[in-house]
């Protein structure tokens, strides 16, 4: 857990260029502060079966820092949130390596679903302020999620940048392009719900 919490550290280092130095890193950086206690939160959920003492702080965390993360979601290695404020990762969601967030993201569920019901988002993927990602969707990797966009029900492909309400391709692999996101594709472990 060390090295990813080192990681973690080295992210807001690389990618804020308002952190001068370790120890104002360390001390000052708030989003990195709900990192780190999710991580904690995670390993007590996770490995050591304490899922009232993770969700416990998990609040705290929230209250200290204004990011609510989940502690049985999974978020890879050197993951930078910038400002922070107003994140919501939920309990089902899947976040690779390198990614980078912006304040105000929703990475939720819509309730249609049992199962996997949030996104999964691959490795070194940019989300910016004010996006929801909702759903059984997935994220390719190298995509961009312009601010303020709405990703619902429709899956991202890779090295894509998508913008708008409802989200729309407007760049693939560095070409300009105007196209509609393909429809999610439903794994087993997304289930609908049924409603009566």
Same mark, same amino acid.
């Given at each position: ?6 990681e973690d ?6 990618h ?6 370790w120890?104002?890193?360390?001390l ?6 709900a990192t ?28 200290w %820092? +204004? !990011?609510e &993360?989940?502690p @049985?979601?999974?978020i =890879?290695?050197?993951f930078?949130?910038? #400002?922070g %404020? +107003? !994140?919501v &990762?939920?309990e @089902?969601a899947?976040? =690779?390596d390198?990614c980078?967030?912006? #304040?105000n993201?929703?990475v939720?569920?819509?309730g249609k679903y ?6 999964e ?18 994220v ?14 429709r ?6 940048t998508?913008?708008g ?6 760049k693939?692999d ?5 196209e509609d996101l393909?429809l999610?594709?439903?794994?087993p472990?997304?289930?609908?719900v049924?409603l009566?």
């Amino acid at each position: 857990m060390f090295g990813t919490v080192l990681e973690d550290v080295r992210a807001v280092r690389r990618h804020d260029p308002a952190a001068h130095g370790w120890l104002e890193v360390i001390l000052c950086h708030t989003p990195l502060h709900a990192t780190l206690a999710y991580r904690l939160a995670h390993w007590l959920h996770t490995r050591a079966g304490l899922s009232l003492a993770a969700r416990l702080l998990s609040v705290l965390a929230r209250a200290w %820092t +204004g !990011v609510e &993360i989940h502690p @049985a979601a999974r978020i =890879g290695r050197a993951f930078f949130l910038d #400002h922070g %404020t +107003g !994140v919501v &990762i939920g309990e @089902a969601a899947v976040i =690779g390596d390198h990614c980078v967030m912006y #304040h105000n993201v929703t990475v939720g569920g819509t309730g249609k679903y049992l199962g996997r019901r949030h996104p999964e988002i691959g490795d070194h993927v940019f989300i910016g302020a004010h996006a929801t990602l909702l759903g059984p969707i997935r994220v390719g990797e190298h995509a961009r999620i312009g601010a303020n966009t709405l990703v619902i029900n429709r899956d991202v492909p890779p090295c894509c940048t998508v913008v708008g309400a409802p989200a729309r391709i407007v760049k693939r692999d560095g070409e300009r392009v105007d196209e509609d996101l393909p429809l999610m594709s439903v794994s087993p472990d997304a289930m609908p719900v049924e409603l009566s």
